[in-house]
């Protein structure tokens, strides 16, 4: 099934974008230049209201924007499909987490040309009585990911002492023991009811 949706850009790439029944972006740095409807429909927009506008409209604020950036232009290289899960914003400004996947098209600068596909997940953004700040709640997702300490930090450009302390201050916070208490409270805490 091909279906001849051209990105105009510099040069001209056929993509199978419209009938994808999965919410689909390509991007040439971080620029959205063509998506299908199911994208436009996840977050509130229409199609032409997307095209030529930058991805940090998409997120609840420019400093996720730029530190979810930083993490996938270390990661995004070499061809690698690279995921995390985060918060994004809809047009209407309700928030939700969301599954984000990325391939780059180009090994030297992964942000370039690249397709990204975007998974809503059923977690609600409910608070607990403890409010994670936007990097605590990139670490706890990367947690919840099975990632270790040193893992995160690589991936964030932080110290791995960094990760630990935050990871310190959400368990103190919120009470838990341990990684599989934590994980368990971020699933009751961040999971559709």
Known sequence: MVLNATVQSQSKYNFNLHEMPVPLAYAEHRIILECNAEFARLFGYGRAELRNKSFHLLYPNFEDFVRTGQ??????TMGITYYDERIMI????????????????TSANPF???VYCFEP???A????GYELTDRQRQIVALVAQGKTNG?????LELSKRTVEAHRARIMKAIGVKN???LIAWFSAHHSAR
């Open 121 to 123: 997940l059923p977690r």
């Open 125 to 128: 953004i409910a608070a607990s």
């Open 112 to 114: 370039a040309k690249a």
């Open 179 to 181: 990684t599989a208490e």
């Open 90 to 105: 809809k047009a209407d400004q309700t928030r939700f987490w969301c599954k984000v996947r990325g391939r780059s098209m």
């Open 71 to 76: 993490m996938w232009s270390t990661n995004m």
């Open 151 to 155: 893992v995160i930090a690589d991936e």
